[in-house]
């Protein structure tokens, strides 16, 4: 198998097992990061279960609370009216008497109209450091009412009373329970992002996971809890003290990633091919060149020691009296050697170009072919200047000459020695454009894209390197292009399109 001449057909089969490799690849990854995915929201879902059910739970923890107030307060009420019997001196005050010694729980203190202390009870309270009741003291006793007894006709007692203390720790548990359940929420939210709001969900009461900056933000604000809304019903909640309130929230960040890093993994894995394609190619095109450039160079090294004994011979054999139209012929077949020789040793290296008579230059190349080639091939040659001058472009003669010689060439082969060779020169405003058009056999479709590669070739005995050759002279030295504009059973033709760069004319 000819690996080279069949390396489409390869590239296509590599690039299909590297395309089905990537996409199993992303298959494999994307069902691995779904099962993450479904996992992650299983425990979205369930921090929201947890969080609907423990407002639930502090709701009945509040409905408790004050069930417990009324009973204490009731039972407040009684202690305070037990005292007002024994004031009043009832005559069955036996059954007030017991219910206030069971007292254990409520706090009392007892002051004249003073508000000198007078007595306590259930309150740690020293008489030698507290004399009166006042400030704070007052300020905590006088929740309520006080209990006015009256002893004497001018002398009252006050008696002053509040929630026992057991009542007062569960208020306060019952506190701390309703205003710390919301930054729990934000803060043990499993990295989901979170919103508190009130009832008309547009005020924020707390936020989590969200960047303070951005929150402070009312456009982004509201874009945010949109898209919340759009993601997951808000789980409404009803919390004492606070009311109606929604917590909206959305998948977490690591949801977000995961969902994005096959698409990332595909761009990696495709930039990283591109570049490692675009890097072997440009490694190898500089090997090519490099090789070219020794080839080169080495065959004119080659064909330069016997030319100049050639040109040796000639002289000899010219003072010898042959035939002097032989020689000159000989002669001419040397100089186009020194032609041949000069064209190799310019190969790797920068030529320099020149403006020159494009129409002139093609025309002394055909004259020289005409005589060496078959009588059966016709050769015509039309120039169409647009300023009715002669057509100039920057290029280098010798290499210039040597692609239209082989374009010549080929063509002769492609007619079998017998046909047409047109050659149309015109130009525009930035191109000098020269087609050349052979009546062969022409090029099949599918090799066209081919025939300029180095090796190609659909000759027994050919190389494949005369069009390769052609392609890197007018490419690389002459920044133009080389093509097949056409190509049928009836022929076919071959476009060289050259700059009228300003840049190379200064030169």
Known sequence: MNFYNNQTKLRFLLSSIGIL????????????????????????????????????????????????????????????????????????????????????????????????????????????????????????????????????????????????????????????????????????????????????????????????????????????????????????????????????????????????????????????IILAYLMFSTSRKAEQNQVWAGLAKETAHQIGTPLSSMIAWIDLLRMQDVDKESLDELEKDIQRLEIITNRFSKIGSVPKLKLADVGENVQQFVD??????????????????????????PINEPLFGWVIENLCKNAIDAMAGDGDIHIVITEDQQHVIIDINDTGKGIPKNKERMIFKPGFTTKKRGWGLGLSLADRIIRNYHKGKIFVKGSSSKGTTFRIQLKKSSFLQAK
């Open 21 to 272: 490799i990537i996409f199993a690849s992303l298959w494999y990854t994307n069902i691995l990061i779904n099962k993450i995915r479904i996992n992650e929201r299983n425990n979205i879902e369930l921090w929201a279960k947890t969080i609907v059910k423990k407002a639930t739970l502090v709701s009945s923890a509040d409905s408790l609370f004050q069930q417990l107030q009324i009973e204490e307060r009731k039972r407040a009420a009684l202690l305070a009216k037990a005292y007002k019997k024994i004031a009043n001196e009832d005559d069955d005050i036996d059954f007030y008497v017991d219910l206030i010694k069971e007292n254990t729980t409520i706090p009392i203190i007892m002051t004249n109209k003073h508000r000198k202390i007078l007595g306590s009870a259930n309150i740690d309270l020293p008489a030698d450091s507290i004399e009166y009741l006042r400030n704070d003291l007052y300020k905590e006793f006088t929740e309520y009412e006080p209990i006015i007894m009256e002893y004497l006709e001018n002398d009252k007692i006050y008696l002053y009373y509040e929630n026992s203390h057991i009542f007062s720790r569960i208020q306060q548990i019952v506190d701390d329970l309703n205003k710390s359940f919301l930054q729990e929420v934000v803060l043990n939210s499993a990295s989901v992002p979170v919103i508190v709001t009130d009832s008309t969900q547009t005020k924020i009461i707390n936020f989590g996971n969200i960047n303070e900056e951005k929150i402070r933000d009312s456009a982004y604000v509201y874009d945010l809890i949109q898209e919340m809304k759009d993601e997951n019903t808000p789980l409404q909640i009803d919390l004492p003290q606070y009311g109606k309130q929604y917590i909206l929230y959305m998948d977490s960040k690591l949801q977000s990633h995961l969902r994005n890093f096959p698409i990332i993994v595909f761009i990696a894995i495709a930039f990283f």
């Open 368 to 393: 020289y072919l005409k005589i060496r080639t078959s009588k059966k091939v016709n050769y015509k040659i039309e120039i169409f200047p647009e300023n009715g001058h002669s057509i100039v472009a």
